[in-house]
């Protein structure tokens, strides 16, 4: 113990360094920027200046990437209130009561909730990769692959709390996200499925395009219909924005929660911010007094959202630091800087090369109090956005829209694929068809197939074998309790409507 806290002393020193804040600072303003703009990824963004760092020192390097994955994940929320688009998938769950609050004047506050509460979650998340690193990644190393394909069906369950107004649209909507997410290779025998011989979805939807059609082109559409009019009268980012930032502390039970289940999502590879974040939303909804409130822009829904998806941050790189084994795509590329400057993930990391990674934990933490003052400033001015005439702003999301989806692989397909989402997205608004369901079907359809398959490949085929291993696994067990428990809720819930 004395020597942990002789290195998380030596780390805070080491940032001391100006250089060092420096570069947190610019990877902050970076992040902000590449978050809040649709198409451009964390995942991107880090990528991006991985180069740039071979010229660092290693604990420079990783804080430069380090505050680029802690602001983009939370900026994308800012696109995702303001105009309907998430700027990354982990902010897809936000536009569902962030935009709605937006509608009815009350931007300012549901940024001010979404900064806040993502702050909340990425300290508390850096704080369980500081000192629960070892014990965490033990815990990640006990799922197999059929408990990661049971841990998606737990997802999917999720969409019975997502279709409220008409189960049964719900579950054809969650059906047909979890068609699109089959489309492309097969993840074990690489045949190529429902691709009409388009190169560009061999590998499959890209689930950043979809979410940009599906939420961009209907909500377009609709403004067009009053040309004259404006989005929202909205509030400016501004005064008061330090009381409605505090107001987050009014739900501690809710920021509690969504933190350990975004920690939790974070260390199991493969799950990543956005299963965080419905998972969060789901739990957040059957625990409020007023769950009809969520969907039509409800605070708690937003802080739910922010607050998983960031505590996804710390809680991805626990596997990633102390085995190797990167919990998100995110967190892989940030292992693959940390491989270049010539450190070798692993359990002697914290020891060997313990000035580095304890530099590198207390910049996050760092990152996560300079994003408050950077994204507020951005947002103030993106604010102002919303307060265009319609007629104007529906052509300035297009072209958002467009770079967006050209912007992931250059391609001009990916735009007309875009386009198609967004014209199935516009016939599912029109029919009243919840368009959630979908994306969490699109979400969770890939990691569903690919974990069976493995699965099957480890029970050598055998679906006997395959059930015989779930039904003995206490940590299956666990998780299939959970799923049945969400499905009987969530049908529960539609008989006392029905009645």
């Known amino acids: 113990m004395e020597q942990a806290i002789y290195n998380v002393m ?35 963004g880090v990528a991006l200046l991985v180069p740039v760092t071979f010229g660092m020192s290693p604990a420079a390097g990783l804080a430069l ?58 300290f508390m998340s850096i704080f369980a990769l500081l000192f629960l690193a070892p014990p965490l990644a033990e815990f990640a190393l006990k799922f197999g692959a059929q408990d990661y394909f049971l841990l998606a069906l737990f997802g999917v369950s999720v969409i019975a709390s997502l279709s409220d107004r008409n189960m049964l649209k719900g579950l054809w909507a969650g059906a047909l996200g979890l068609f699109l997410s089959v489309i492309g290779m097969h993840p074990i025998t690489g045949d190529i499925r429902f691709t009409a011989g388009i190169a560009e979805l061999y590998n499959g939807l890209s689930l950043v395009i979809a979410l940009i059609g599906l939420y961009s082109i209907p909500e377009v559409i609709e403004s067009l219909k009053s040309l004259n009019g404006k989005v929202s ?53 059957r625990s409020s007094k007023h769950p009809e409130k969520f969907g039509t822009g409800c605070a708690e829904g937003v802080i739910a959202s922010e607050t998983s998806n960031n505590a996804v941050v710390g809680g991805s790189l626990v596997p990633a630091l102390t085995l190797g084994i990167p919990g998100n795509a995110v967190s892989a590329v940030l292992l693959g800087g940390l491989m270049v400057h010539g450190l070798k993930p692993g359990p002697a990391l914290f020891t060997e090369n ?8 207390m910049s996050l933490f760092v990152s996560n109090l300079v994003f408050v003052p950077v994204g507020l400033f951005i947002a103030r001015y993106c604010v102002k956005l919303i307060e265009i ?65 493995r699965a099957m490949a480890l029970a050598h085929g055998s679906m006997y074998v395959l059930l015989q291993s779930m039904l003995t696994s206490p940590l299956s067990l666990v998780i299939m309790f959970f799923t049945m428990l969400s499905l009987w809720q969530g049908v529960k819930k539609q008989f006392v409507k029905a009645k």
């Not at 020193?13 to 420096?22: E, G, K, M, N, Q």
């Not at 998430?86 to 769950?93: L, S």
């Not at 936000?94 to 993502?118: N, V």
């Open 389 to 453: 005439p319609a007629s104007i702003l529906s052509p300035l999301v297009i072209g958002l829209a467009v770079i967006g989806s050209y912007a992931i692989n250059m391609s001009t397909v990916e735009i007309m694929i875009m386009l198609a989402v967004g014209l199935i997205g516009f016939l599912m608004k029109f029919f009243d068809v919840p368009r959630e369901p979908l994306v969490l079907g699109l979400v969770l359809g890939s990691m569903a197939e690919g974990e069976l398959a």
């Open 354 to 361: 313990a000035a580095v990674v304890y530099t590198f934990i």
């Open 233 to 285: 009268q909205s509030n400016s980012v501004g005064s008061g924005v330090m009381r409605e930032m505090l107001e987050v502390f009014k739900y501690k039970m809710l920021l509690t929660r969504a933190t350990v289940i975004g920690i939790i999502v974070g260390i199991i590879p493969g799950a990543g911010c956005s299963i965080a974040s419905f998972v969060a939303y789901d739990d957040a909804k």
């Open 65 to 122: 990437l380090g505050a680029i994955y802690c602001s983009s994940t939370y900026s994308g929320a800012i696109s995702a209130i303001l105009i309907n688009i998430p700027g990354t998938p982990a902010n897809c769950c936000t536009i569902l009561d962030g935009y709605p609050m937006t509608k009815r004047g009350d931007s300012s506050l549901a940024i001010a909730l979404a900064t806040s509460a993502s702050a909340v979650g990425g």
């Open 10 to 44: 030596q780390g805070c020193i080491a940032l001391a360094d100006t250089t060092i804040l420096s570069l947190i600072f610019a990877g902050t303003v970076f992040g902000v920027v590449i978050g809040a703009l649709p198409g451009l990824t964390s995942t991107m």
